[in-house]
C-alpha cells in the first residue's frame, strides 16, 4: 500500500496497533477468566478430597484426644500436688471439693472456649496449691476411686463439648458444602 506521506503511515499504524491492542486485551481477560475458573475449580476439588478422606472428622477427633490429655494432666496433677503438698483430711475435703465444682463447670460447658477456660481456671487453682508447702495426706482408696470417678466425668464432660458439631473453618459461606461420597 502506497501512502501520500508520512503522517498517513502513521495514522495507518496507529490504527493497526490499536486493532491489535483491542484482541490482546481481549484474549488476556478471557485467559484470566480461565485461570479464575481453573483455580476455583481446583480449590473446590481439594475441599471435597478433604471432607472424602475425613479430614474434618480426624481433625475434630484429635483436638478431643487433646483436650481428654489435657483433662488427665490437670486431674493428675492436682493429685500429685495435693499428694506432696501432705494436707490434712479437710484439706483433702476441701481439694475435692473444689475438684467437683471444676468438674460441674465442665459439664456445663458446650464450646471449646468453655473448655479453656475452665481448664484455665483448673491449672491456676492448681499452681496456687502446689505454691503452698504443706505435706500430701495419705490416700485411701476410697478417695482414690472418688477422685477418678470425678476426673473420668470431667474429661467424658469435656469430649463431648469438644466433639459439639462445628462449622469447619475452610468453608466459605458461599461454597456449598461438598458431600461425602
Not at 481439694?95 to 491456676?124: G, P
Not at 499452681?127 to 473420668?152: C, F, R, V, Y
Amino acid at each position: 500500500m502506497a501512502y501520500r506521506n508520512d503522517v498517513d503511515a502513521l495514522e495507518a499504524r496507529l490504527a493497526a496497533l490499536q486493532g491489535d491492542v483491542k484482541e490482546t486485551t481481549k484474549a488476556r481477560d478471557e485467559v484470566a477468566q480461565l485461570l479464575a475458573e481453573a483455580r476455583a475449580r481446583a480449590a473446590a476439588e481439594g475441599l471435597a478430597a478433604d471432607w472424602a478422606a475425613g479430614g474434618p472428622q480426624r481433625r475434630r477427633r484429635r483436638r478431643i484426644w487433646i483436650a481428654v490429655a489435657l483433662a488427665t494432666l490437670a486431674v493428675m496433677s492436682t493429685l500429685v500436688t495435693s499428694r506432696l503438698l501432705r494436707h490434712k483430711e479437710d484439706s483433702f475435703t476441701k481439694v475435692m471439693a473444689q475438684f467437683s465444682v471444676f468438674s460441674d463447670q465442665m459439664c456445663a460447658c458446650r464450646d471449646k472456649a468453655c473448655v479453656d477456660k475452665v481448664t484455665d481456671e483448673m491449672t491456676r487453682w492448681s499452681q496456687e496449691m502446689a505454691k503452698q508447702d504443706q505435706a500430701p495426706p495419705h490416700m485411701s482408696e476410697e478417695q482414690i476411686k472418688a477422685a477418678t470417678e470425678i476426673g473420668e466425668r470431667m474429661g467424658k464432660c469435656m469430649q463431648s463439648a469438644m466433639s459439639a458439631p462445628e462449622i469447619p473453618d475452610q468453608m466459605s459461606s458461599q461454597d456449598p458444602q461438598p458431600q461425602a461420597p
